[in-house]
């Protein structure tokens, strides 16, 4: 009988030990999250293409340097008396009899196989390309800013998505919690109805509060989902399931002067960064328009083998030069040039106006910060008040000295009281998240302040 008896413990114990195991996963940490986000959001590899396609323009931009050399093989034939009188010239097979005037005015049709190997180099162009490649490097310098703007939208967009997650818990704790108190409240006016202590009106009332409070777990599980489904979209991953994560709680967060946040603005904004490095670039693509009207100095070569047959010989010849250009009539490069000054103006006048609303987003999110502050240390001290209240209210009803309806509305004020508060500690922690993201310094490090 024993025999029977220890597999079904055994399997129990088994059981029981993995539930608590699965039970004690670790919580999903905010950087955890962050470290997902980056590595899975489709923005981040949006933006990490833009990073390649810059370096390789800044690649091809570099290639102007280098000699260009072709290789074509070439076959023909024909009985054209130009094309046979030269193919034979650089065949080496002209002859004597070639020169009667029936063989040059009716030749025979004549097949010529060339190989040739060309090339040539740009040796100045009044530093034109140099223009150029500055200008491509400095457009890659701007996509590799504008990639750590994109990841600080991204993890901002983790911050405030993980921590409604949190928020939308306690609203839950908060709603489950006077879901159970409404519930005991109204056994215990059931039970004084029942004594002849309290008229069927206050069971009602409690009765209908009872409901009220149902309906607020339903909405604040719903609002649980929601915040689930957009901590998915920020992070990027779709089937991430819902797991435990670290309860919210108050922070309190350096502060420092509106100006000195300025300041950091305008050196640690990565957008900021990324928009001046393309205004750079644009004015090295004036410079190089201007180059353009300067002289132009190249250098050639070729060598040419002509066949008669692909395996036969023949002849070879070569020739190499240097040639010097000056465009006469630089109608196109006049337009040119003042379609690129047009954009370095449009670019410059961008850059003043963003600089402008950086300090406007700076500004704002220091003091939504400051009435952070203010509004979290208002709920701290009317959930106490609320709190003491409703105690009393409590002790007046069982005494026979308060109606059920004072007592209602104590509840609904310290209820209230604590989702003011948790409001409030979301709002500090969003806002101090918001002015690190106006300053260009949320980074995944500076996050770990937030948790």
Not at 125 to 139: C, E, V
């Amino acid at each position: 009988m024993k025999l029977l008896i220890f597999p079904a413990k055994l399997v129990a114990m088994v059981c029981f030990a993995l539930a608590v195991m699965a039970g004690a996963q670790e919580p999903l940490t905010l950087h955890q999250a962050i470290q997902q986000a980056l590595g899975h959001n489709p923005e981040g590899r949006v933006s990490g293409a833009g990073i390649r396609e810059a370096t390789a323009s800044a690649s091809l931009a570099r290639t102007a340097l280098l000699p260009q050399v072709s290789f074509t093989e070439d076959i023909s034939r024909g009985d054209d008396p130009v094309y046979v009188f030269g193919s034979k010239l650089r065949q080496n097979q002209f002859a004597q009899s070639d020169l009667s005037l029936n063989a040059l005015n009716r030749p025979e049709p004549l097949g010529n196989f060339a190989t040739r190997l060309s090339g040539s180099w740009v040796a100045f162009d009044s530093f034109k390309t140099q223009k150029d490649i500055h200008g491509a490097d400095l457009m890659k310098q701007s996509a590799l800013s504008s990639d750590k703007a994109v990841n600080q939208k991204i993890v901002f967009d983790v911050v405030e998505a993980y921590q409604s997650v949190l928020y939308a818990e306690r609203q839950l704790e908060i709603a489950q919690h006077e879901q159970d108190t409404a519930e005991a409240l109204f056994a215990s006016v059931n039970d004084h109805v029942k004594a002849g202590l309290a008229v069927e009106s206050d069971r009602m009332s409690a009765q209908v509060d009872v409901a009220s409070r149902k309906q607020r777990v339903i909405e604040a599980q719903g609002g649980l989902e929601i915040a689930w489904a957009q901590l998915r979209l920020a992070m990027g991953v779709t089937d991430l399931q819902v797991t435990k994560l670290r309860p919210i709680e108050e922070h309190s967060f350096p502060q420092n002067a509106l100006e000195q946040e300025l300041e950091v603005a305008q050196k640690r904004r990565p957008d900021l960064a990324s928009l001046n490095q393309a205004r750079n670039a644009q004015a090295a693509a004036v410079s190089s328009a201007k180059m353009g009207f300067g002289p132009r100095v190249s250098a050639y070569g070729n060598w040419e083998q002509d066949r008669p047959a692909f395996a036969g010989s023949g002849g070879s010849n070569w020739v190499a030069g240097v040639q010097i250009g000056i465009d006469l009539t630089p109608f196109r490069k006049r337009a040119q040039l003042a379609k690129e000054t047009a954009t370095k103006e449009r670019t410059d006048a961008q850059f003043a106006a963003y600089q402008q609303h950086v300090r406007l987003e700076v500004s704002q999110a220091h003091i939504q910060r400051q009435t952070a502050q203010l509004s979290l240390a208002t709920a701290r001290a009317a959930i106490d008040q609320a709190t003491e209240s409703l105690r009393i209210l409590r002790n007046r009803y069982g005494a026979g000295l308060a109606t059920i309806t004072d007592l209602l509305r104590a509840e609904d004020a310290e209820r209230e009281s604590q989702s003011n508060y948790w409001r409030a500690v979301y709002g500090n922690t969003m806002a101090y998240a918001q002015l690190l993201f106006a300053t260009g310094t949320l980074t995944p490090d500076a996050a770990e302040e937030l948790q």
